[in-house]
Each structure stands twice: as C-alpha cells, then as structure tokens.
C-alpha cells in the first residue's frame, strides 16, 4: 500500500485511543506504520535489488518486533524526551502490523515467513493505490477539523475539545475494514466465476482476480490453462462472457527461452513472478538475435507491461544483456 494510506492509519490509531499508552504515540505510530519501506534504500543498488529486497526481511514476521523498537528508539532519540517503553513498543507493534495487513491486501503482495520461506501472500483485494481507501481516510482527516472549526465559532473559546479526533479516527478504521471486507467478498465471487468457466475449451489451471482503480465491481481475470493465458474483465454487475477474453499463448521452451532462464535477472523475477508469460521475437539491430520477455501479467498488459525482465540472446544462445524493468 502507498505511504500517504499507512501515514493516515497510523495517525488514526493514535487519535482512536493509542496515544494515551506513551508521550509521543503519533509520532512512533506514524513512523512504526512506515518504517517497513525503509527497505526503499534499496533502489539504490539499481531496479534488480529493489525487486529482491522489496518487501523483504522489513515486512516479516519475524522483524516486526525489531521494527517496532526501532521506531520507539528513533522517536526517543529524535525528542530527547521520555516515552513509557512498554506503551510505546506495544503502540509501535501494532503500527508496524497496520504496515503489513495493509500490504497483503493489494496484489504485489508480502513474504511473511521469512527468512524460513520466500513464500508470497497476498489477498487481490485493494488497488495501489486506492482512491476510494483515501476517500475514506480523507474524511476521517476533514471531519474532526470541520467539526473543530464549527465547534470554535458556537463556543466561548475556553472550552477545549477532548480527544480530538477520536470519533473521525474511529469512524474512518472501521469503515476502511468494511470496505476492505466487502472487496474481499466481491474478489471470492470473481475468483468463483473465473474459476467455472471453460475458455476455448480449457479449464482452468489456476485463476486470479486483480482489483482496478475505480471500479470495485470490476476485475482484471487471469486465468492459465495448460497451453495459454486467458485475460478477461470480470463485471460483477453484469454477465461474464469468457470468450471475449485476450487470448495468450504460452510459447515453446527454446534455446532463448533456456538461456534467458539462466541469468540472475530472470531467476530473481521469476521468484517474485507469479503469472508470467513469455514472449520472444527476432531483434532488428543483431542479425539473427532474439529478444525475450518474461511478463507478470498481474501488472499492466502484454501491449505495456510494468513488471518485466528482458534480455538480448545471440544465435548462439549467449545472453549479450539482460535487464529487469517496472514503472
């Protein structure tokens, strides 16, 4: 999920009751719903090391009680000023639990079990980011300051207003979890639909429902079948016709295909892909070279992919380069 979306859940958690376990909840329960991204760094090392160690050992199970107390350490040090440890660190977990709850429920997707397994879960449930998920925390923001506003001009001015924030901090968590829970029924019903289904003829192998941006009723399918990638749009406000699906071929194994395989490029994509699709054609500038595509069809579309990894084979089956791409 973006930052501004864990900024907001961490503030709310504050303003719903947290801030009175520790002097300075806000801002350990602010930094505890972000610190797991400080893995952003990264980037540094180029697009392949971002890609390994996104949401890596700081989104783990086994690192949030360290990223907990990071959080209180850094607030301690930044303030020079006392916190009640037990308070803070048990404020500061349950932020760092906001950061991964709100990441399994988009597509990309987190390895919790790390470092014993590399195992992706993910729930399909929220686009990244989501417009309505900020709706909702927008709300939870502007209610409590026009409520204050209003409140100011009818009163006296010597009346302060206790717990501000509580009640748009409340409303705003609990209507997030609503409508989570609601996406999250909508996604079993499009997984269902995609699931019994033939497409030109195939079953199924394994299916996916991706959430768009808009429309929560609507759903980018894929499905894999043994020889090809379906991609329909599933409306749940209207029939389902799979034969007005993209139809993808899965194409044979060669000796690019084999090759590209072989670099450390394409065996770290394919550890965090989980629906690619391969696509090879001759290059224009190297006679008889071929350019390979490996696609996760999760992200953007065959014609403008967003997660890929591509290389350059010779005809002699040599990898001359080898990158991976996202936007």
């Given at each position: 999920?973006?930052?501004?979306?864990?900024t907001?859940?961490?503030?709310?958690?504050?303003?719903?009751?947290?801030?009175?376990?520790?002097?300075?909840?806000t801002?350990?329960?602010?930094?505890?719903?972000?610190?797991?991204?400080m893995?952003?760094?990264?980037?540094?090392?180029?697009?392949?090391?971002?890609?390994?160690?996104?949401?890596?050992?700081?989104?783990?199970?086994?690192?949030?009680?360290?990223?907990?107390?990071?959080?209180?350490?850094?607030?301690?040090?930044?303030?020079?000023?006392?916190?009640?440890?037990?308070?803070?660190?048990?404020?500061?977990?349950?932020?760092?639990?906001?950061?991964?709850?709100?990441?399994?429920?988009?597509?990309?997707?987190?390895?919790?079990?790390?470092?014993?397994s590399?195992?992706?879960?993910?729930?399909?449930?929220?686009?990244?980011?989501?417009?309505?998920?900020?709706?909702?925390?927008?709300?939870?923001?502007?209610?409590?300051?026009?409520?204050?506003?209003?409140?100011?001009?009818?009163?006296s001015?010597?009346?302060?207003?206790?717990?501000?924030?509580?009640?748009?901090?409340?409303?705003?968590?609990l209507?997030l979890?609503?409508?989570?829970?609601?996406?999250?029924?909508?996604?079993?019903?499009?997984?269902?639909?995609?699931?019994?289904?033939?497409?030109?003829?195939?079953a199924?192998?394994?299916?996916?429902?991706?959430?768009?941006?808009?429309?929560?009723?609507?759903w980018?399918?894929?499905?894999?079948?043994?020889?090809?990638?379906?991609?329909?749009?599933?409306?749940?406000?209207?029939?389902?016709?799979?034969?007005?699906?993209?139809?993808?071929?899965?194409?044979?194994?060669?000796?690019?295909?084999?090759?590209?395989r072989?670099?450390?490029?394409?065996?770290?994509?394919?550890r965090?892909?989980?629906?690619?699709?391969?696509?090879?054609?001759?290059?224009?500038?190297?006679?008889?070279?071929?350019?390979?595509?490996?696609?996760?069809?999760?992200?953007?579309?065959?014609?403008?992919?967003?997660?890929?990894?591509?290389?350059?084979?010779?005809?002699?089956?040599?990898?001359?380069?080898?990158?991976?791409?996202?936007?």
């Amino acid at each position: 999920m973006d930052n501004l979306t864990h900024t907001a859940v961490g503030l709310f958690l504050s303003r719903a009751g947290l801030n009175r376990w520790t002097p300075h909840a806000t801002a350990i329960l602010v930094i505890a719903a972000n610190i797991p991204d400080m893995d952003v760094v990264t980037a540094a090392g180029g697009s392949l090391s971002y890609l390994h160690y996104h949401r890596h050992l700081t989104h783990s199970l086994l690192a949030m009680p360290l990223m907990a107390l990071l959080s209180v350490a850094l607030v301690r040090a930044i303030s020079r000023a006392p916190v009640r440890w037990l308070g803070a660190f048990a404020a500061a977990l349950i932020g760092v639990a906001s950061h991964l709850l709100l990441d399994l429920t988009n597509t990309y997707g987190v390895r919790l079990l790390l470092p014993f397994s590399s195992q992706w879960f993910r729930f399909d449930i929220a686009s990244f980011p989501d417009p309505w998920a900020w709706s909702i925390l927008m709300l939870g923001i502007l209610g409590p300051l026009l409520s204050r506003l209003v409140g100011s001009e009818i009163s006296s001015g010597s009346a302060r207003i206790r717990h501000y924030g509580q009640g748009g901090a409340i409303f705003a968590l609990l209507f997030l979890t609503l409508y989570d829970s609601g996406r999250a029924v909508l996604h079993a019903r499009a997984v269902n639909i995609l699931e019994s289904r033939l497409y030109q003829g195939a079953a199924p192998l394994r299916v996916a429902a991706c959430p768009t941006q808009m429309n929560p009723w609507r759903w980018k399918g894929i499905v894999e079948t043994s020889g090809f990638f379906a991609l329909p749009s599933v409306n749940l406000l209207d029939d389902f016709d799979p034969t007005r699906s993209l139809i993808l071929d899965k194409p044979d194994r060669g000796p690019a295909i084999d090759a590209a395989r072989a670099t450390p490029v394409f065996q770290e994509f394919l550890r965090f892909s989980q629906f690619p699709i391969w696509r090879v054609w001759p290059d224009s500038k190297i006679e008889n070279a071929k350019r390979v595509d490996a696609i996760d069809l999760r992200f953007g579309f065959p014609t403008a992919p967003a997660f890929y990894a591509r290389a350059l084979v010779d005809s002699h089956g040599k990898v001359i380069e080898s990158a991976f791409h996202f936007r």
